[in-house]
């Protein structure tokens, strides 16, 4: 198969992995406000029996998936151009949303509750940026040294090591500079913890609940990774030997 067949057959599989990716971060951002508490059936260190994590969790652990997906089918170059193009729409998610809070309202009263339910605070804008950023290139660059290190074999190990490095990472810089950092400079509102008085326990209840939650998905999601990457290859969409870096 010539690169250009490669690249221009069934193009729907690529960009229905990329749309996946893109919905997935959007829904991250206007949802990482929102502090969820999922009960657990066994208690863990810090967290307890309950796991508290910012919304974004769940949608932002898609983005691995989607990525771990577009890797292991177009190579490490074109994971990470869609990783730092996606970066960037992050700026226009944030343009859009704010201008539109910005505009005259005909309603005042549901304006209100529409800025505060879409209009995340820096804090949590700047640590889902940063976080993203590291975590999300590291995740492509794991990814891809285990599949050289194992000759492209088990999919498994790089899907779930990838994933488990990047999301410790991700979790790590986004608790820290969205729920501590930052608003120990005064930077951030109240978004369901008194977050200007944040203590060690709280942070690391933080870390735990959201790390926890990701780490799961990852490995229930690696049968889906198989699914998705078996079915695209079986229909040509994609060649181990045009995408390989």
């Not at 198969?1 to 057959?9: G, I, N, V």
């Not at 810090?46 to 989607?66: C, E, H, K, N, Q």
Request: charged content about 10%; glycine content about 6%; hydrophobic content about 55%.
């Amino acid at each position: 198969m010539s690169s250009a067949t490669a690249r221009d057959s069934l193009p729907i599989d690529r960009l229905a992995i990329v749309a996946l990716f893109v919905t997935a971060l959007v829904v991250a951002q206007v949802t990482a406000a929102k502090l969820l508490a999922i009960a657990i059936p066994v208690s863990l260190p810090f967290a307890g029996a309950s796991l508290t994590l910012p919304g974004a969790a769940l949608a932002y652990a898609v983005t691995f998936f989607a990525s771990d997906c577009y890797a292991e089918l177009y190579g490490r170059r074109a994971a990470q151009e869609m990783v730092n193009v996606a970066f960037l729409m992050n700026f226009v998610v944030l343009a859009l949303v704010w201008s539109t809070i910005a505009a005259p309202a005909a309603d005042p009263e549901f304006a209100s509750t529409f800025a505060t339910v879409l209009g995340a605070s820096g804090n949590i804008v700047a640590g889902s940026l940063l976080a993203y950023l590291v975590s999300q290139n590291w995740d492509v660059l794991v990814f891809h040294r285990i599949r050289d290190a194992t000759d492209g074999e088990h999919l498994w190990l790089r899907n779930v090591g990838s994933t488990a490095t990047s999301q410790l990472i991700d979790t790590v810089l986004f608790v820290g500079v969205a729920f501590y950092v930052l608003p120990q400079l005064g930077i951030g509102t109240q978004l369901g913890l008194p977050l200007t008085a944040v203590a060690g326990p709280s942070i690391a209840a933080l870390v735990v609940g959201q790390y926890v939650l990701k780490l799961l998905i990852a490995v229930v999601d690696t049968p889906f990774v198989y699914l998705v990457v078996g079915a695209v290859r079986s229909r040509g969409a994609a060649d181990r030997r045009v995408y390989a870096d």
